[in-house]
């Protein structure tokens, strides 16, 4: 004999209740954001390793290049008078070319440390300009002297260490090696410097001294310029078909093709971050080397960059089967358990790690269609036992496929990613909405009747 006072259990609970099923269906969602938010984790730390192994390997062929310069340095006596004391002490007047000339060629290669790989170069780089003498008379009212036979022509390279080679400096007919100088601007890299006192002295005060200097060194990812003349060129060209190019300044004319690109600059002096001259310790110098401008040997996004974006669209894989899995039960009276929602997720979830793993050897590509085939068999396998039909199966398989072509182009589309993803989700939404259009969900077995008008009452 039934006892009315009995409380129905939970199955039969959710074979009655739609809005408890749909209750627990949202629930077993959001446990599985944990193993998606996990899945990031392993992304960033494996991002992370990614980023170390750069560094090691920058070490030691060559870091990220900046050259700034050059600067000629003029020693200086300078007096300090207030009313206390008069204080006497030596600084450098530093003078700016007045036009300034770079030209790059890059020999990029790609290095790898175990399963990473980093984009680095060999530059060969021409830097020819045009400085002036400064004027015997002080160039400041605190300026007592000048000492130009202790002048020195400087530039800054920020891993001088990776020249192959001495430049030397080709300047009034002598050529004259550079030597290790120091880090003579506050915030700069270090400089490399050459004595050129005796030039000075021999082309006198307002001359103008043209001079050149081969650089040949090694660096990784990214060379830049600052510009430091009252006229300045940059050319630079290199066989790499995908060059970002990065700064303050934007080149005039570039042209970029599979087997290469080239690109110049041409700037004037009006929006130099210094002045002509200037005297030691009176600027922000450092604030300058926000000026500086070059180019990047970029790479489109990367696999772990790609495999982060795909797994922020894992709960719409998980909802979407879900989804499915709801439907099928719904419609075809039958009961599943949360354990096989669950099991559905995580097979969603193992993708991702799949893709990042895979990726890692065989490139995003391939690794993308083999995580997919094997998510997508594995899922139609159990759906085809847990829906009890075949059919069914096929319809999980097919949605399946849909949604990793779709995530697919999204991934390939950089610029237009949101905008495909929205449209998508709106269409996949939309499309939702139409199916279940006709369904009731105070009775889901049955479809309700469309909505028609009242009949007309006979006449007497």
């Not at 700016?96 to 020999?107: G, M, W």
């Not at 891993?159 to 100088?181: C, K, Q, S």
């Not at 069914?392 to 496929?401: S, Y």
Request: negative net charge; hydrophobic residues 50%.
């Amino acid at each position: 004999m039934i006892n009315e006072n009995e409380k129905p259990s939970l199955a039969e609970r959710l074979r009655e209740s739609v809005s408890l099923k749909m209750a627990v269906v949202g629930f077993l969602i959001l446990v599985l954001l944990i193993p998606v938010g996990m899945l990031l984790g392993v992304v960033a730390e494996r991002s992370q390793l990614r980023d170390s192994a750069a560094e090691d390997i920058l070490r030691g062929w060559g870091g990220r290049q900046l050259i700034a310069g050059p600067l000629l340095l003029v020693p200086a006596t300078v007096v300090q008078t207030d009313a206390y004391e008069r204080r006497v002490t030596s600084r450098n007047m530093n003078i700016l070319p007045e036009s300034l000339a770079f030209e790059a060629v890059l020999d990029p290669q790609v290095l790898y440390r175990g399963i990473h790989e980093v984009p680095v170069y060999r530059a060969t780089v021409s830097v020819r300009g045009v400085l002036r003498v400064p004027s015997a008379d002080p160039a400041g009212p605190d300026v007592q002297t000048l000492d130009f036979a202790r002048a020195k022509f400087a530039m800054a390279v920020a891993d001088a260490a990776a020249l192959r080679a001495t430049p030397v400096l080709h300047i009034g007919g002598r050529e004259i090696p550079f030597t290790a100088g120091g880090s003579l601007q506050a915030g700069w890299p270090p400089h490399i410097v050459a004595e050129v006192g005796e030039v000075l002295a021999a082309a006198g005060p307002r001359a103008e001294l043209p001079f050149r200097v081969e650089l040949d060194f090694t660096g990784g990812e990214r060379l830049q310029f600052l510009p430091l003349a009252d006229a300045t060129h940059v050319s630079v060209e290199a066989p790499w078909a995908a060059p970002s190019f990065i700064g303050r300044h934007l080149p005039q004319e570039r042209q970029v093709e599979d087997d290469g690109f080239t690109a110049e600059w041409q700037l004037t002096g009006l929006g130099r971050p210094l002045p002509a001259e200037w005297l030691d310790g009176t600027l922000d110098t450092a604030a300058a080397l926000e000026s500086a401008f070059g180019v990047e040997l970029y790479e489109p996004v990367d696999l772990y960059q790609k495999t982060e974006r795909a797994t922020k669209y894992a709960v719409l894989f998980i909802g979407l089967s879900f989804v499915a899995y709801f439907l099928f039960e719904t419609m075809g009276r039958f009961l599943l358990h949360p354990m096989q929602y669950l099991l559905v997720g995580f097979a969603n979830a193992l993708f991702y790690l799949l893709l990042l793993s895979l990726a890692e050897h065989i490139g995003f590509g391939l690794a993308y269609l083999a995580s997919a085939v094997a998510s997508i068999l594995l899922i139609a396998g159990y759906s085809q036992s847990v829906l009890r039909s075949s059919r069914r199966a096929g319809v999980m398989a097919a949605l399946l496929a849909g949604l990793y072509g779709f995530l697919y182009l999204v991934l390939r589309a950089e610029d237009y990613a949101m905008l495909a993803g929205a449209v998508g989700l709106w269409c996949i939404l939309g499309t939702i909405m139409y199916l279940t259009r006709h369904v009731d969900w105070y009775r889901p077995g049955a479809t309700a009747a469309p909505t028609c008008s009242a009949p007309r009452r006979a006449r007497p």
